[in-house]
T-cell receptor, first 111, second 111 residues
Framework: QKEVEQDPGPLSVPEGAIVSLNCTYS??????FMWYRQYSRKGPELLMYTYSSGNKEDGRFTAQVDKSSKYISLFIRDSQPSDSATYLC???????????FGGGTRVLVKP | GVTQSPTHLIKTRGQQVTLRCSSQ?????VSWYQQALGQGPQFIFQ???????GRGNFPPRFSGLQFPNDSSELNVNALELDDSALYLCASSLMSSNYGYTFGSGTRLTVV
């Protein structure tokens, strides 16, 4: 079983809809949580980051962490065709030196 | 930002390859990740102050170097077909838990 699980999709939504993405994990030592966006043939780009449990909002993006359930979410409001990409969750322990990624969810926002 | 070269290359099984990365200015740590098609990046190793500072589940034929001038290399010997992947370089500060900047990667195909 992988440390971080993520539904591969694809997730297809109409423009303007809310995109809901999530990851589950098994390592309770993870304390730092990140969401990356990756366009085709590009490297991952950091979108959001949170520490421990709670919510964080930045423009159209909201990240949520529920450590008791080992579950993190990313919501994208008012989705645009330019949001079409693969979204990767990533996690890190306090003492660790590596990011552990989920497999990524491919999102397609249709005009 | 982080730049990687070459963008693409094709190698034959059993050959050796060197991939190069130029870190973001001011960053003191470089990490390398392997991303197979349709999967999330997997941690290969990290270098800090020109020393290896952690390794993922990759065999010794994967090796690296970090130079004082913000550049680094990933070397892979005895290439196997399964080594075909996107190789990503990420630079950061050792003290940062979120600030990983990724390059666009090198797409390696082993035939």
């Amino acid at each position: 079983q992988k440390e971080v699980e993520q539904d591969p999709g694809p997730l297809s939504v109409p423009e303007g809809a809310i995109v809901s993405l999530n990851c589950t994990y098994s390592n309770s030592a993870f304390q730092y949580f990140m969401w990356y966006r990756q366009y085709s043939r590009k490297g991952p780009e950091l979108l959001m980051y949170t520490y421990s449990s709670g919510n964080k909002e930045d423009g159209r993006f909201t990240a949520q962490v529920d450590k008791s359930s080992k579950y993190i979410s990313l919501f994208i409001r008012d989705s645009q065709p330019s949001d079409s990409a693969t979204y990767l969750c990533a996690m890190k322990t306090a003492a660790g030196n590596k990011l552990t990624f989920g497999g990524g969810t491919r999102v397609l926002v249709k005009p | 930002g982080v730049t990687q070269s070459p963008t693409h290359l094709i190698k034959t099984r059993g050959q050796q390859v060197t991939l190069r990365c130029s870190s973001q200015s001011g960053h003191n740590t470089v990490s390398w990740y392997q991303q197979a098609l349709g999967q999330g990046p997997q941690f290969i190793f990290q270098y800090y102050r020109e020393e290896e500072n952690g390794r993922g589940n990759f065999p010794p034929r994967f090796s690296g170097l970090q130079f004082p001038n913000d550049s680094s290399e990933l070397n892979v010997n005895a290439l196997e077909l399964d080594d075909s992947a996107l190789y990503l370089c990420a630079s950061s500060l050792m003290s940062s838990n979120y600030g990983y900047t990724f390059g666009s990667g090198t797409r390696l195909t082993v035939v």
